[in-house]
């Protein structure tokens, strides 16, 4: 089993920024990489990117390409997402998630998740 917290949520007015972390525990060597999403009221959950543990590479949905960043902290088992730039259209709940596969933006082949941190956005 592999356990998610997230943190860092919260409340910031448009054009800021902020850094969510994910505390990762328990047998996360079963896992290959670590994605991010995010739910807004009534939408689906969306990609966002991904970290693959092998090289530490990262991809990012077009959406929010060039204003998110994917970074892990290995002596803390911690993966980080900043987010720059914030609109209002990013204020949702944003999951990490951990999965075996290599890479994969499909949520549901994502075993592992956090509970989510609230990011609201100002106008």
């Known amino acids: 089993q592999v356990q998610l917290v997230e943190s860092g949520g919260g409340l910031v007015q448009a054009g800021g920024s902020l850094r969510l972390s994910c505390a990762a525990s328990?047998?996360?060597?079963?896992?290959?990489?670590m994605g991010w999403f995010r739910q807004a009221p009534g939408k689906e959950r969306d990609f966002i990117g991904l970290?693959?543990?092998?090289?530490?590479?990262?991809y990012y949905a077009d959406s929010v390409k060039g204003r998110c960043t994917i970074s892990r902290d290995n002596a803390k088992n911690t993966v980080y997402l900043q987010i720059n730039s914030l609109e209002p259209e990013d204020t949702a709940v944003y999951y990490c998630?951990?999965?075996?596969?290599?890479?994969?933006?499909?949520?549901?082949?994502?075993?592992?998740w956090g509970q989510g941190t609230q990011v609201t956005v100002s106008s």
């Open positions: 328990g047998r996360t060597d079963s896992t290959s990489s």
């Open positions: 998630a951990a999965s075996s596969y290599h890479s994969t933006t499909n949520p549901r082949r994502y075993e592992y």
């Open positions: 970290l693959r543990w092998t090289g530490e590479t990262t």
